[in-house]
Structure formats: structure tokens, C-alpha cells
């Protein structure tokens, strides 16, 4: 089993920055490619990035890509998301998923997931 973590949610007015974590404990993260999904109230969980176990591979959503960044640090067991001009829009809770398929956008695709960390976005 591998148990996730994610931290760094809060509140931030439109325009700022937030950076999220997501640390593993059980097994490491050695071979599972890593994805951040977001859910909105009423609407559908959303895929936000994913990195593949080397990072040498990242893909982002449409709604986020241009300003945020996914990276990893496996010695640390720690993947995180960058986040800045951030909108109102981007209010959510915000999943770290684990898979040992590889990088995917489909939340079908991973295998563990974390509890989520709230982001609120102000205006």
C-alpha cells in the first residue's frame, strides 16, 4: 500500500500563488507515475497534471496548462504542484494520485489516492 498526503491548500486571492504537496509513506514512489486531479462542488473530479516516475514527462489539463508546474522529488517521496494566477474558478479540492501503469490523464489509470487538500480562490 502506498498512503498519500497532500498539504499546502488554503485561501489566496485571484492572482496569487499556492504550491501543493503530496507525501508518500508506506512504499516509496519508485516506478508509479504521479497525477493531481481536482473536484469542484456539483461538478466532475478534473485532471489537473501528471509526471512520470522519472519526471521527464508531464501533462496538464487544459484549464491549468501555461501556469502550473508539477515537478517531484523521489529521494524526498514528494510530488508537488505549482499553481499562480490563480482564479476564482480554481476553488477545489485537490487529489495526488499514484500509479504504477505510467503517466495518464484518467483518474482510472492510478491506483492510490490521497484524503485532498482544499484550495479556495478569492475575488
Known amino acids: 500500500q502506498v498512503q498519500l498526503v497532500e498539504s499546502g491548500g488554503g485561501l489566496v486571492q485571484a492572482g496569487g500563488s499556492l504550491r501543493l504537496s503530496c507525501a508518500a509513506s508506506?512504499?516509496?514512489?519508485?516506478?508509479?507515475?504521479m497525477g493531481w486531479f481536482r473536484q469542484a462542488p456539483g461538478k466532475e473530479r478534473e485532471f489537473v497534471a501528471g509526471?512520470?516516475?522519472?519526471?521527464?514527462?508531464?501533462y496538464y489539463g487544459d484549464s491549468v496548462r501555461g501556469r502550473s508546474t508539477i515537478s517531484r522529488d523521489n529521494a524526498k517521496n514528494t510530488v508537488y504542484l505549482e499553481m499562480n494566477s490563480l482564479k476564482p474558478e480554481d476553488t477545489a479540492v485537490y487529489y495526488c494520485?499514484?500509479?504504477?501503469?505510467?503517466?495518464?490523464?484518467?483518474?482510472?489509470?492510478?491506483?492510490?489516492w490521497g484524503q485532498g487538500t482544499q484550495v479556495s480562490v478569492s475575488s
Open positions: 494520485a499514484a500509479g504504477a501503469r505510467g503517466l495518464t490523464y484518467s483518474a482510472r489509470g492510478y491506483d492510490y
Open positions: 508506506g512504499r516509496t514512489f519508485s516506478g508509479y507515475a
Open positions: 509526471i512520470s516516475w522519472s519526471g521527464f514527462s508531464t
